[in-house]
């Protein structure tokens, strides 16, 4: 595997479900980031990551919950979501943070939340 | 705040046709960032460019970053259906780690 890659590819879960979503870097970087991209609207920064810590959080509902175990490895725990969190939701990894901007993207998980 | 306002926001074009999208703000940046989305895929880096002035190819794509570092152009060469997607355009800030993002030109090439 080189690159991004994310699991599941889509979900389509109830707002009472609890789900996961997991993303895997392979390039060696010490950053990750969550991204919410919704239909018109740019990318919107959920959370960064340096060094499995958490260094952002860009006033995400709690319901979302992000989880770092290594450099390499990230997750995005839901529960209790809202039809309007239905959207594409990519995972990004940079050299580092701050510093380093060019990021390298999964390709997302399709998320609908019925 | 810091916004990158993305013209045009879509475009239709046929095959062979030369195009320019355009990516502007009133913020310095440190460095700019163009990226291809396809259809059920996440971005794809394209380019980076740090100096003002600076002017980058790739193949039929020409990338610009403005003198003031606050804008920059992706011109495209003889369009191809291949180079249909969304186009992203990203900024980085001197005092923070995080991109901000324009709103994207989604770009149709027809055959």
């Known amino acids: 595997e080189t690159g991004v890659t994310q699991t599941p590819r889509h979900l389509v879960m109830g707002m009472t479900n609890k789900k996961s979503l997991k993303c895997e870097q392979h390039l060696g970087h010490n950053a990750m980031y969550w991204y919410k991209q919704s239909a018109k609207k740019p990318l919107e920064l959920m959370f960064v990551?340096?060094?499995?810590?958490?260094?952002e959080n860009n006033s995400v509902p709690s319901r979302f919950s992000p989880e770092c175990p290594n450099s390499s490895h990230l997750f995005l725990h839901l529960h209790t979501l809202q039809p309007e969190d239905s959207a594409l939701y990519l995972c990004a990894s940079s050299q580092d943070f701050p510093g380093a901007h060019e990021q390298y993207f999964g390709p997302g998980t399709r998320l609908t939340v019925t | 705040t810091q916004l990158l306002e993305q013209s045009p926001q879509f475009l239709s074009i046929q095959e062979g046709e030369n195009l320019t999208v355009y990516c502007n703000s009133s913020?310095?940046?440190?460095?700019l960032q163009w990226y291809r989305q396809e259809p059920g895929e996440g971005p794809v880096l394209l380019v980076t460019?740090?100096?003002?002035?600076e002017v980058k190819k790739l193949k039929r794509l020409t990338f610009q970053f403005g003198d003031a570092r606050k804008d920059s152009s992706l011109h495209i060469t003889a369009a191809q259906p291949g180079d249909t997607g969304l186009y992203l355009c990203?900024?980085?800030?001197?005092?923070?780690?995080?991109?901000?993002f324009g709103q994207g030109t989604t770009l149709q090439v027809k055959p």
């Open positions: 990203a900024g980085g800030g001197s005092n923070t780690g995080k991109l901000i």
């Open positions: 913020s310095v940046f440190s460095s």
């Open positions: 990551y340096s060094l499995e810590e958490r260094v």
């Open positions: 460019v740090v100096t003002g002035g």
